[in-house]
């Protein structure tokens, strides 16, 4: 079996993997300041709910944004796993050519992306990444990077605003009864919800045009499942890409020696 873990900044999601097949998954919030002890305790009482065990886990796949997290990882998969994790980064294989002008500024998690939904839909595509930061991918059929564009994520916005305007409470991000809100907690959900949505539109258009094609385009993240249907150009929801694109990378680079 595989463990899948994906670090992004506000939320951690884990996955066990037999051969193809996703078996189980989780979200947890990411804490910078966590150890390898305090992380064991975690996964063993998610294994334990789900039947599973340390010892059935033959390989560790990690993509994170969060560098500070790597380290208590690393020592968790020795600890606990006995194993060597595979890290996302510089010397994978990925089957992509990165068009940035420095590849090593691509994030992690955008390659682990790129690499799964190239794999399960073909290009060209446009990949959104609606976490903490909302992110765009744009992605050849030749399987080139070619750049993307990176903004603020809905929560980030909806809590900057809580901290700038005194008045304004935090609200939960769900859909409004109305578009026109009655109340400001309605107000604030309504200009979230439907503000990202225009902004998501705005941006694959501003894509398209540059592009001179019409492309695909492929949601994941957390907040993919609320945002897509509101949208005008996202065709596909697949809020675990990025564990699938683990999953890949883990076989293509699997030749890198994983047990002690």
């Not at 006995?82 to 992509?96: D, F, H, Q, S, Y």
Request: glycine share 10%; aromatic share 6%.
């Amino acid at each position: 079996m595989l463990l899948a873990i994906d670090v992004g900044n506000t939320h951690t999601v884990l996955g066990v993997f037999q051969e193809e097949k996703l078996l189980v998954d989780w979200r947890v919030a990411t804490n910078r300041t966590t150890t390898e002890d305090e992380l064991a305790v975690l996964l063993r009482n998610l294994f334990q709910g789900e039947g599973l065990a340390f010892k059935q886990i033959q390989g560790i796949c990690i993509s994170s944004v969060v560098p500070p997290i790597l380290r208590s990882l690393e020592a968790l998969a020795a600890k606990y796993f006995r194993l060597k994790p595979m890290l996302v980064g510089p010397g994978m294989k990925t089957g992509l050519t990165i068009k940035y002008e420095n590849p090593k500024e691509v994030g992690a998690d955008r390659i682990v992306n790129a690499v799964a939904a190239l794999e399960r839909y073909g290009g060209p595509l446009i990949i959104v990444d609606l976490g903490t930061a909302t992110t765009f991918c744009v992605v050849s059929e030749e399987w080139e990077y070619l750049g993307g564009i990176i903004s603020p994520g809905v929560g980030i916005s909806a809590e900057a605003l809580f901290r700038a305007a005194a008045k304004l409470p935090r609200v939960e991000l769900a859909k409004p009864k109305n578009v026109i809100g009655r109340n400001t907690i309605g107000s604030m959900q309504s200009g979230l919800l439907y503000g990202f949505a225009g902004q998501i539109d705005g941006i694959v258009e501003r894509i398209w045009q540059e592009l001179g094609t019409k492309t695909e385009v492929i949601a994941t993240g957390g907040l993919a499942e609320l945002l897509a249907p509101e949208t005008r150009t996202i065709g596909k929801v697949d809020p675990l890409l990025t564990l699938k694109g683990l999953r890949l990378l883990y076989t293509r680079n699997r030749d890198i020696v994983q047990s002690f």
